[in-house]
C-alpha cells in the first residue's frame, strides 16, 4: 500500500508541474492556435420566462377553477406544464426541489439563493394562501403527468390514505436535515418523474417513477397525494385559504355526484344526517389527544435524534472518514477510490476529523427537530380525525384538493339549461 | 360556527403573515450577490478517476474532454493519443487510448501534430486526460460543457466526486479553462 500510495503521491506532484513537461513548439509554418470552442449557458432569459409562464399559469388556473369552472382549460393547462416545464425545461429548478435551496439559504449566510430559485419556492405558497393548490393543478409537471392518464379512481378507504398521507411528512422532514446539513439534495435524488422528462436516469428510481404512472392510472395522483413534501407544505396553507373553492353556484342537491369524480378524495359528504356524539366524550378525547400531541413530539425527536450518527453517514466528509477508519483497521482490504485520493491529495486527517466534528453535531439538532417534526404530524393527524365537522352540503377540503375540475362536469346544478 | 370562523381568520392572518416575513427574509439572502449557478470541474483538482462518465444524470455525460492548445507540446508521441507502450504508431483501434475514436490528430509541420477533441463522439470517460497530464504538459482536461449540462440543483457527480472538484461557478466564469497560462 505504502508502494501504491508513493506512485499516487508522485504522480499528483508530477501534475501540479504539468505544464511545463515539453516546450511550446515554436512553428515556423505561421500556424495560429485554435480557440477553444464551446456553448454559453443562457439561463437568464429561461428563468425569467419560467417565473413568467409560472404566474401566468397559476392565474388562468384560478380563472378556469374560480369563474368559468372549466376542466378543458386546467387540462390543458397540465399538457402545456408537462410540455414546457416537463420535457423542454427537463424539471429543474422545480418548487418542489427549491424547498431544499431555501433551507439552505436559512441556515447557510453563505449559501447564494438565486432571486428566481425564491420565487419558484414563494409564488405557488402565496397563490396557495390566497386560492388554494393552483400550482398542484396544472402547473406542477409532476403533477400535471399523472393528471393527464389518470382514467379510473378506485377510492382508497380513508384510514389508508389518511395513514399514507404522514409520508409527505416524514419526506419533507429528512430533506429538511438532509438539506440543512448541506448532506445532499434528497427531494433531486428520489424525483421519480425526472428521468422521464429526461429520457433517462438512474434506473431504479426510474422504475420507482414508472410503477407510479401505472398507479395513476388507477388512483388519482398517487404521487402528489402520499409522496410531495411540497404538497403537503401547500395543503397548509391552502386550507387556510383566503378564497374557498365552491363546485357549483347554484347550491348543493347533495346529490354525491362529486364525491364519487374527486380523484384525490377532497370532498367531504354532508353529515348533518348522522347520529351526533356526546359532547363530553369528544371534549375529553380532544384533550387527550392534545396532551398526546407533545409527547409524540419528544418521543419522535428522542427516536430519530438517537440515530444521528448513523443517519450523518449520508455526508461525504463523514462518510469518507469512516471510509478511512475503516481502512486503517484492515489494512488488507481494497483501497476504495475515496480513500486512495485523499491520501494522494494530501489529506489531512486531523482537519477531516474537525469538520466530521462539526457535521456531526449538526446532525444531532436537525436530527431531533426532523423527528419532532414527524411526531407532531403524526399528533396533529390524530386530532383532526377527531374533530367532527358538521356539514349540510358536499365541500370541498381545500387542504386536500389539487384542483382538477373535474367535480364541475359532475355536478347536475352546472349543467347548461335550455333557456326557456 | 363563530368561533370556528375566527380562529379560521386569525390563522389565515398569521400564515400570511409568516409567509411574508419569511419571504422578506429570504429575499435579503437572494438579491445583490452574482449568482453561482454552473457546475463546473476544477482541472486543477480533477483525478480522472472516471466517475465523470458514469455518474452524469445524463445517458452521455455532459462531461467532455477539452484541449488547451496554447498547453499542448504538439507532440508525436502523444500520452492521451496513444496508450502506453504501443509498438506501432499507427491508429489502430488497440493503439489509441480514446476507447471512442474521438480524438483527432493532424499534421502541422515537422514534428508537431495538433490535436481536436470531436466533442460528440467524446463521453467524458477521462483516459486521455489520465495520459496527458501524466506523460505531457495536461493541456488535455475534462470540462462540463454547459450547453449539455442541466444544472440539476446538486449535481450527481459533485455527489460522488472523491477529489471535490466540482463546484458552482458564476455565469462571468462559466468556464474553468486551462489555457490562460
Known sequence: ?420 | MERRNFLRTCSSFLAGGLTLASGGFLLTKANGRKGDLFWQIDPYKCTQCGRCETDCVLTVSAVKCFHANRVCGYCDLCGGYYRPGVKELDTAAENMMCPTGAIRREFVEEPYFEYTIDESLCTGCGKCVKGCTSFGNGSLFLQIDQEKCQQCNECAIARVCPSNAIERVSYDQAYKMKDHA
Not at chain 1, 272 to 296: A, C, D
Open chain 1, 1 to 420: 500500500m505504502r508502494k501504491l500510495l508513493f506512485v499516487l503521491t508522485s504522480l499528483i506532484s508530477v501534475k501540479s508541474l504539468a505544464v511545463a513537461r515539453f516546450p511550446k513548439p515554436d512553428f515556423t509554418s505561421g500556424y495560429e492556435y485554435p480557440d477553444i470552442v464551446h456553448g454559453l449557458p443562457n439561463e437568464s432569459f429561461w428563468n425569467v420566462l419560467d417565473v413568467v409562464l409560472l404566474v401566468g399559469m397559476m392565474g388562468l388556473v384560478v380563472w378556469a377553477a374560480y369563474r368559468k369552472r372549466s376542466r378543458a382549460v386546467i387540462f390543458s393547462m397540465s399538457l402545456v406544464s408537462v410540455l414546457y416545464f416537463g420535457f423542454f425545461r427537463s424539471g429543474c429548478v422545480c418548487s418542489v426541489g427549491s424547498i431544499q435551496n431555501v433551507i439552505i439559504a436559512a441556515v447557510d449566510g453563505g449559501y447564494h439563493l438565486p432571486l428566481y430559485v425564491l420565487l419558484v419556492f414563494l409564488l405557488p405558497i402565496i397563490f396557495a394562501l390566497l386560492f388554494g393548490r393552483v400550482f398542484c393543478s396544472g402547473v406542477c409537471p409532476l403533477g400535471a403527468l399523472q393528471e393527464l392518464i389518470n382514467v379510473k379512481n378506485f377510492r382508497l378507504s380513508r384510514s389508508v390514505s389518511v395513514t399514507l398521507s404522514i409520508i409527505p411528512w416524514i419526506y419533507l422532514a429528512f430533506t429538511i436535515l438532509y438539506a440543512a446539513t448541506r448532506s445532499q439534495f434528497l427531494i433531486c435524488r428520489l424525483d421519480p418523474f425526472i428521468g422521464i422528462f429526461r429520457f433517462g436516469g438512474d434506473i431504479g428510481v426510474m422504475s420507482f417513477g414508472f410503477v407510479l404512472l401505472v398507479m395513476s392510472v388507477f388512483v388519482g395522483r398517487p404521487f402528489c397525494q402520499f409522496i410531495c413534501p411540497y404538497g403537503a407544505l401547500l395543503s397548509v396553507f391552502s386550507a387556510l385559504s383566503w378564497k374557498k373553492l365552491e363546485i357549483t353556484g347554484k347550491g348543493c342537491v347533495n346529490c354525491a355526484l362529486c364525491g364519487v369524480s374527486c380523484p384525490v378524495d377532497a370532498i367531504r359528504a354532508p353529515q348533518s344526517n348522522r347520529t351526533k356524539e356526546e359532547r363530553r366524550k369528544g371534549v375529553r378525547r380532544v384533550i387527550v389527544l392534545s396532551l398526546l400531541l407533545p409527547v409524540l413530539t419528544f418521543v419522535g425527536a428522542k427516536l430519530v435524534g438517537s440515530q444521528s450518527d448513523a443517519l450523518s453517514l449520508a455526508h461525504k466528509d463523514v462518510y469518507l472518514y469512516e471510509l478511512l477508519l475503516r481502512q486503517e483497521a484492515n489494512p488488507e482490504l481494497e483501497e476504495p477510490l475515496e480513500v486512495e485520493t485523499f491520501h494522494a491529495m494530501g489529506g489531512d486527517m486531523a482537519e477531516l476529523k474537525e469538520k466530521v466534528d462539526a457535521v456531526r453535531s449538526d446532525y444531532v439538532f436537525y436530527s431531533h427537530l426532523a423527528g419532532a417534526l414527524i411526531g407532531f404530524v403524526i399528533g396533529f393527524k390524530l386530532m383532526k380525525l377527531s374533530l367532527k365537522r358538521g356539514r349540510k352540503t358536499y365541500e370541498i377540503s381545500m387542504a386536500r384538493c389539487t384542483m382538477c375540475g373535474k367535480c364541475f362536469n359532475y355536478c347536475p346544478q352546472n349543467l347548461k339549461t335550455p333557456e326557456k
